[in-house]
């Protein structure tokens, strides 16, 4: 039997479809009572991880488990894993409370929680009406319903937020959050989308044609990223040159005639420039967000194809972003952040913009 731990365990997963190396060598592990968010570009990998964890596909290579064990061995899976993936169908002229009773039926669970599922995805005033004339948002609810009929121990969600508004994707935070806080559960996400996801989930894996780019606390990642101060001087030459005296090592100039400072404040910048005498006309604080930090892990997926690895465009994680090291055995391998070190001065140095 499984060991009820609520532990998703993905190790040196790989799957080839012909020629296209779809997942490579993943490695990753959710622990319970916590969301975690699966991220990357289209076509990195994220659905085809799910369905191998859900026993929908054969990997290639490699194991993926829920509670010690691979899907096909959970005796009644639906009590252990409720997951949502790509487009599930409903039939369009069954209603919403009977398409749960025939699920609840086939998972063996009673007929009243097609009710109580309902009444916790918020679609209780909507259980007579038919499926079929449901916004993409109410089949959203109702796919989610129909993972929850088991009441299970984890949840896997290919793309929940799709269709949601902003209002949905609110409840949909509050609603995973107490599920996987308050009764310890597993919750994990994918999304392609950062943004979208970003209020929903603790911790990250990034993918990026099939391989993690990132693994670990999304305030790790979050604490990662570095701010600079641009400063527009007299004489941006004589403020390099009267920084780089003070000891303050990151310090470039930009084309635009400015100088780029990381890791000094507004006023120990302007103290140093009034204490030279270099006339300051501007100062502007610049924060590197999540976002960027996304797309630069993540970039190159379309660059050269999938045969390759590294991908040809990729040259390392961004500075001061270094990849998790693999496989991971725990949760105490998470990687380590903030990043610190010489590698910010790359980061912000030279004309990169
Ligand atoms: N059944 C299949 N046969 C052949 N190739 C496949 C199959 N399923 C997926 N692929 C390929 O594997 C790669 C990964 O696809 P996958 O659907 O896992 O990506 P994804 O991260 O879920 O993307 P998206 O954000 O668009 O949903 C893609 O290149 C895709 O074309
Ligand atoms: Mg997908």
Do not use: C
């Given at each position: 039997?499984?060991?009820?731990?609520g532990?998703?365990?993905?190790?040196?997963?790989?799957?080839?479809?012909?020629?296209?190396?779809?997942?490579?060598?993943?490695?990753?592990?959710?622990?319970?009572?916590?969301?975690?968010?699966?991220?990357?570009?289209?076509?990195?990998?994220?659905?085809?991880?799910?369905?191998?964890?859900?026993?929908?596909?054969?990997?290639?290579?490699?194991?993926?488990?829920?509670?010690?064990?691979?899907?096909?061995?959970l005796?009644?899976?639906?009590?252990?894993?409720?997951?949502?993936?790509?487009n599930?169908?409903?039939?369009?002229?069954?209603?919403?409370?009977?398409?749960?009773?025939?699920?609840?039926?086939?998972?063996?669970?009673?007929?009243?929680?097609?009710?109580?599922?309902?009444?916790?995805?918020?679609?209780?005033?909507?259980?007579?009406?038919?499926?079929?004339?449901?916004?993409?948002?109410?089949?959203?609810?109702?796919?989610?319903?129909?993972?929850?009929?088991?009441?299970?121990?984890?949840?896997?969600?290919?793309?929940?937020?799709?269709?949601?508004?902003?209002?949905?994707?609110?409840?949909?935070?509050?609603?995973?959050?107490?599920?996987?806080?308050?009764?310890?559960?597993?919750?994990?996400?994918?999304?392609?989308?950062?943004?979208?996801?970003?209020q929903?989930?603790?911790?990250?894996?990034?993918?990026?044609?099939?391989?993690?780019?990132?693994?670990?606390?999304?305030?790790?990642?979050?604490?990662?990223?570095?701010?600079?101060?641009?400063?527009?001087p007299?004489?941006?030459?004589?403020?390099?040159?009267?920084?780089?005296?003070?000891?303050?090592?990151?310090?470039s100039?930009?084309?635009?005639?400015?100088?780029?400072?990381?890791?000094?404040?507004?006023?120990?910048?302007?103290?140093v420039?009034?204490?030279?005498?270099?006339?300051?006309?501007?100062m502007?604080?610049?924060?590197?967000?999540?976002?960027?930090?996304?797309?630069?892990?993540?970039?190159?997926?379309?660059?050269?194809?999938?045969?390759?690895?590294?991908?040809?465009?990729?040259?390392?994680?961004?500075?001061?972003?270094?990849?998790?090291?693999?496989?991971?055995?725990?949760?105490?391998?998470?990687?380590?952040?903030?990043?610190?070190?010489?590698?910010?001065?790359?980061?912000?140095?030279?004309?990169?913009?």
């Amino acid at each position: 039997m499984h060991d009820g731990s609520g532990r998703i365990v993905v190790q040196n997963l790989s799957k080839r479809f012909g020629a296209v190396n779809a997942v490579q060598d993943l490695s990753f592990t959710v622990e319970p009572g916590s969301v975690t968010g699966f991220l990357g570009p289209n076509g990195a990998g994220k659905t085809t991880t799910l369905r191998m964890l859900l026993g929908l596909v054969t990997p290639t290579s490699g194991v993926a488990t829920i509670n010690g064990r691979p899907h096909s061995q959970l005796g009644n899976p639906a009590r252990v894993v409720g997951s949502v993936l790509e487009n599930e169908g409903f039939h369009p002229g069954r209603t919403a409370r009977n398409h749960l009773r025939v699920y609840a039926a086939a998972i063996g669970v009673p007929d009243r929680r097609a009710d109580e599922v309902l009444g916790l995805v918020g679609l209780g005033s909507a259980a007579d009406r038919k499926a079929g004339g449901f916004s993409l948002g109410m089949r959203q609810r109702l796919a989610l319903a129909t993972a929850l009929l088991g009441d299970p121990q984890v949840l896997v969600l290919d793309e929940p937020t799709n269709g949601l508004d902003p209002e949905g994707i609110l409840w949909l935070r509050n609603f995973l959050r107490s599920y996987a806080r308050e009764q310890r559960r597993t919750v994990l996400v994918s999304s392609h989308l950062l943004n979208e996801v970003e209020q929903l989930i603790d911790q990250v894996v990034i993918i990026s044609q099939g391989v993690t780019r990132y693994y670990g606390p999304l305030e790790q990642l979050r604490r990662g990223q570095q701010s600079r101060v641009l400063v527009q001087p007299a004489d941006p030459a004589a403020l390099v040159k009267a920084l780089q005296e003070q000891g303050v090592q990151q310090v470039s100039p930009t084309p635009d005639g400015r100088v780029a400072v990381a890791g000094s404040s507004v006023q120990q910048i302007g103290d140093v420039a009034a204490k030279a005498g270099i006339a300051v006309y501007g100062m502007q604080e610049e924060h590197a967000d999540l976002e960027r930090m996304f797309f630069q892990l993540t970039q190159g997926q379309y660059a050269g194809g999938q045969a390759g690895y590294p991908p040809p465009q990729y040259q390392g994680p961004p500075p001061g972003y270094p990849p998790q090291q693999f496989p991971p055995s725990g949760p105490q391998q998470q990687q380590q952040y903030p990043p610190s070190g010489p590698q910010q001065q790359q980061y912000w140095g030279g004309p990169q913009r």
